[in-house]
């Protein structure tokens, strides 16, 4: 979740990306270096799988098959030519990100205990909400409650409210729409008052969007559709608006 929200790469990741950009640096170098000369020599012994070499070269081709990055050491041993600088940088950056997005989202979708979490927050980047804060520093307090909201793991499968006590899986989902011991339909239809004056649009794709989402908008999630219902500046009155409702809920959040 922490890597999620800072939209971060994992540090194997990062330090096969050094090792990537690195290969370039010696397949670039002149044929007549020693350097070069040694490196060739090596890398020939790599892909001919001598038992005995260790190092880079037996990382950097383990490396560039995991990332489907074989076709430019082809060119290269057929050729001598290899993309020019910031052209490998980009492509390393883009397969390196294309990956760890992959895999994130796999374990995301291996565990319901993220069950609310995927649900506000699906591609590997900067949490929105983070972006709104940095810009606006008067709404980190709520950003920061939303956020940790958003992060709260799925309870487990007969977990029941402590005060109706109907099955729950995501206490504040539970509190917020279905718990007969709150008066959050009074709260909810403030809410909306509230929202309808911020922005019509935005009252219209919340009150017709499922539940699920309609938490997620609350918490934090910013999709095409709401960007287009609401103007970026009014942004922070917006997550004022649903801190306020959520902070109102009667469980300790
Ligand atoms: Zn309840």
């Given at each position: 979740?922490?890597?999620?929200?800072l939209?971060?790469?994992?540090?194997?990741a990062?330090?096969?990306?050094?090792?990537?950009?690195?290969?370039?640096?010696?397949?670039?170098?002149?044929?007549?270096d020693?350097?070069?000369?040694?490196?060739?020599?090596?890398?020939?012994?790599?892909?001919?799988?001598?038992?005995?070499?260790?190092?880079?070269?037996?990382?950097?081709?383990?490396?560039?098959?995991?990332?489907?990055?074989?076709?430019?050491l082809?060119?290269f041993?057929?050729?001598?030519?290899?993309?020019?600088?910031?052209?490998?940088?980009?492509?390393?950056?883009?397969?390196?990100?294309?990956?760890?997005?992959?895999?994130?989202?796999?374990?995301?979708?291996?565990?319901?205990?993220?069950?609310?979490?995927?649900g506000?927050?699906?591609?590997?980047?900067?949490?929105?909400?983070w972006?709104?804060?940095?810009?606006?520093?008067?709404?980190?307090?709520?950003?920061?409650?939303?956020?940790?909201?958003?992060?709260?793991?799925?309870?487990?499968?007969?977990?029941?409210?402590?005060?109706?006590?109907?099955?729950?899986?995501?206490?504040?989902?539970?509190?917020?729409?279905?718990?007969p011991?709150?008066?959050?339909?009074?709260?909810?239809?403030?809410?909306?008052d509230?929202?309808?004056?911020?922005?019509?649009?935005?009252?219209?794709?919340?009150?017709?969007?499922?539940?699920?989402?309609?938490?997620?908008?609350m918490?934090?999630?910013?999709?095409?559709n709401?960007?287009?219902?609401?103007?970026?500046?009014?942004?922070?009155?917006?997550?004022?608006?649903?801190?306020?409702?959520?902070?109102?809920?009667?469980?300790?959040?």
């Amino acid at each position: 979740m922490a890597l999620g929200l800072l939209g971060a790469h994992s540090i194997r990741a990062h330090i096969e990306k050094q090792k990537q950009l690195f290969f370039r640096i010696l397949c670039r170098t002149s044929p007549g270096d020693i350097c070069s000369q040694l490196f060739t020599h090596r890398l020939f012994q790599g892909l001919n799988n001598s038992p005995r070499l260790l190092g880079f070269i037996p990382d950097i081709l383990s490396i560039l098959n995991t990332y489907d990055l074989g076709t430019y050491l082809d060119q290269f041993l057929l050729t001598g030519l290899f993309p020019p600088k910031f052209a490998w940088k980009k492509i390393c950056t883009c397969v390196i990100h294309n990956r760890e997005e992959t895999m994130w989202r796999d374990r995301l979708d291996l565990c319901s205990d993220f069950r609310l979490f995927r649900g506000c927050h699906w591609q590997l980047r900067e949490y929105p909400l983070w972006t709104i804060a940095r810009t606006n520093p008067g709404c980190l307090s709520s950003v920061k409650f939303l956020t940790s909201v958003c992060c709260r793991r799925a309870s487990e499968e007969n977990d029941t409210c402590h005060r109706c006590p109907q099955p729950r899986s995501i206490d504040v989902e539970h509190m917020l729409f279905h718990c007969p011991t709150t008066s959050t339909k009074i709260s909810i239809a403030k809410f909306f008052d509230d929202i309808g004056a911020l922005s019509v649009p935005l009252l219209t794709l919340l009150r017709g969007c499922s539940k699920d989402d309609m938490l997620a908008y609350m918490l934090g999630k910013i999709d095409s559709n709401f960007c287009e219902c609401l103007d970026v500046d009014l942004f922070p009155n917006y997550l004022s608006l649903c801190y306020a409702l959520i902070r109102s809920l009667p469980y300790d959040i």
